[in-house]
């Protein structure tokens, strides 16, 4: 055989071969648009549907009084432990050692001392956050640390303050599941006007991290003349502490938030809300709100005017960048990607969070419950990249303050959808008077960022910070609501969030709307590839021989 016509073979026995790779079938294919029929095919992860309510803790639903803090019934699934909020409530140097041992929190994450003013409250207020990385990559084998869910089997990156704590990170020896106190969102903090405040960032994150306090009332230096306005030139270094000092003489909503290298490290997670409340006299405040959600022990003020309080914090992640501390545990690396990588003018907002969680978890410690002919305080804050359009069903809702400051009664407004620029707070009265303009009427309605992209999950519906307002008739005995359990079924298996099957995977409509099935393959398409892979064979049969052949003569 000529060199030219052994090349000839050659490329004809490469095409044929690389023609039956491409029409190679297997027993069965995946159906097209005009598949014949359709049949549900689940996910080869088993296991994939979760309890929506665990009811771990049901005791801490219940209204009760710990060392002398009154606490509000929960009417949620997943409530914050009271004996955090007791501890918040008069400080960890003021509880029994009994409660204290309740908590993780450390002996001095909050103290609280010294009527200043005389009026039955301290006003020395000391306050000990620290920076927690959650769902990072271990150093010691292929598995992240410290996990927390934001939604069905989610579990991206995330920096968070949080308040000083003692014992392991871990919720038990037998978890790599962060403990409780240990989430996000970063926990909101709350002091009274005129306080004398001192919050100390000890960090023990491997970054530098700031604090500062966006619209709190501070001055630009502490008493000893050093940085108190938490800038990047005056990083908070690795093993270092520093403590921001404040007398704060307006009260309103505000926020905190780290300023170093902040596009990254506020989508990280490292912010919070920061309430100033209004001076009263005996008015304990619950310093730390860890959970978000609903505050137990509201204010003075609060009570005197409101049935109940919740804080709303909005933020959103980029799963590019929290991947980042998942694929690396050297410093350098992870400062690298970080800083001179990572471009945020290139990025997405992939999840977007409610309290830290996206939907359905939002509606374990999102939801808003309430009853009837009642008042109900919000604290709404927007810490995502991008603005929100706050949607209520069935509700119209007054906005009372913007960035902290009191709006007069002519300036107020009711409305339905909220504007919420990024950085801005609103203070809200929600009000569940069945009169057609506040209220609808009683039900489980929904609430939602009515920018499309906000009521998804890196893309996927529902999910996001979709959440609800539930009335107490419309909840069940675990605080989750009635009427959604189809939906609530679909949404808490992490198959879904995988995008491993589809939203309506079971029930009368499957075989219209679930999984494009599995059909036999094309008979045609089966010949060519028989007679593709037969040419491919015999080309290199016939190559072989004569080279065997030419060899012998």
């Not at 003349?225 to 800038?231: K, L, R």
């Not at 960035?403 to 009711?414: C, F, I, L, N, S």
Request: glycine share 8%.
């Amino acid at each position: 055989m000529t060199p030219k016509k052994r090349y000839i073979v050659i490329l004809l026995a490469a095409l044929a071969a690389g023609f039956a790779w491409w029409l190679a079938p297997s027993g069965l294919e995946k159906g097209g648009a005009l598949a014949p029929s359709t049949v549900y095919t689940r996910s080869a992860e088993a296991g994939g549907t979760e309890n929506p309510c665990p009811d771990e803790h049901p005791a801490w639903r219940k209204a009760q009084t710990i060392d002398g803090v009154s606490i509000d019934e929960a009417l949620s699934c997943d409530p914050d432990n009271p004996y955090d909020i007791a501890a918040a409530v008069k400080g960890t140097n003021n509880v029994s050692m009994a409660t204290l041992m309740q908590t993780r929190l450390a002996q001095d994450a909050v103290v609280k001392s010294d009527d200043l003013d005389g009026d039955g409250d301290p006003d020395v207020i000391r306050i000990k956050l620290e920076v927690v990385e959650l769902n990072g990559a271990s150093p010691d084998g292929e598995f992240l640390i410290n996990t927390f869910d934001i939604a069905p089997g989610l579990k991206p990156g995330l920096w968070v303050f949080a308040p000083k704590s003692q014992g392991m990170a871990l919720k038990n020896f037998f978890t790599m599941q962060a403990n409780p106190l240990l989430r996000a969102p970063s926990p909101t903090i709350r002091v009274e006007q005129g306080d004398k405040v001192f919050v100390t960032l000890e960090n023990i994150h491997y970054l530098p991290h700031t604090i500062h306090l966006h619209g709190v009332d501070h001055p630009f230096m502490t008493a000893a003349g050093e940085d108190n306005d938490g800038m990047e030139e005056h990083a908070v270094f690795p093993g270092a502490s520093h403590t921001y000092e404040m007398q704060p003489r307006h009260a309103g909503t505000m926020l905190y938030h780290c300023h170093v290298q902040t596009a990254q490290h506020m989508m990280m997670g490292l912010s919070g809300i920061f309430v100033v409340e209004e001076n009263k006299p005996n008015n304990w405040v619950q310093t730390f709100n860890v959970g978000a959600g609903q505050v137990r022990h509201p204010s003075v003020q609060v009570k005197e005017n409101y049935n109940r309080e919740f804080d709303l914090l909005y933020q959103s992640l980029d799963k590019k960048l929290s991947s980042v501390i998942q694929e690396a545990n050297d410093v350098r690396l992870i400062a690298k990607r970080m800083s001179r990588e990572y471009n945020i003018t290139e990025s997405h907002e992939n999840y977007f969070l409610l309290n830290g969680h996206s939907f359905p978890y939002t509606v374990r410690d999102g939801l808003i419950a309430t009853g009837e002919n009642e008042k109900v305080k919000l604290r709404i804050a927007n810490a995502q990249r991008s603005p929100i359009a706050l949607h209520i069903h069935g509700h119209k809702v007054t906005v009372t303050a913007t960035d902290g400051a009191e709006r007069p009664e002519a300036a107020r407004v009711t409305r339905d959808v909220l504007d919420i620029a990024p950085a801005q707070r609103l203070d809200v009265d929600l009000k569940t008077v069945n009169d057609g303009l506040h209220s609808y009427g009683p039900g489980v309605w929904m609430f939602h960022d009515h920018a499309s992209n906000g009521e998804t999950t890196d893309g996927m519906e529902p999910g996001g910070n979709i959440s609800l307002l539930g009335y107490r008739a419309f909840l069940d005995e675990k605080g989750m609501p009635n009427m959604h359990a189809e939906m609530l079924d679909v949404a808490f298996d992490k198959n879904y969030y995988a995008k491993k099957q589809p939203p309506w995977a079971e029930g009368d409509f499957t075989a219209m709307l679930g999984e494009p099935g599995l059909i036999e393959p094309d008979v045609l398409k089966l010949v060519a590839f028989g007679l593709a892979g037969g040419s491919a064979l015999g080309f290199a049969v016939y190559l072989i021989f004569t080279g065997y052949r030419n060899r012998k003569s």
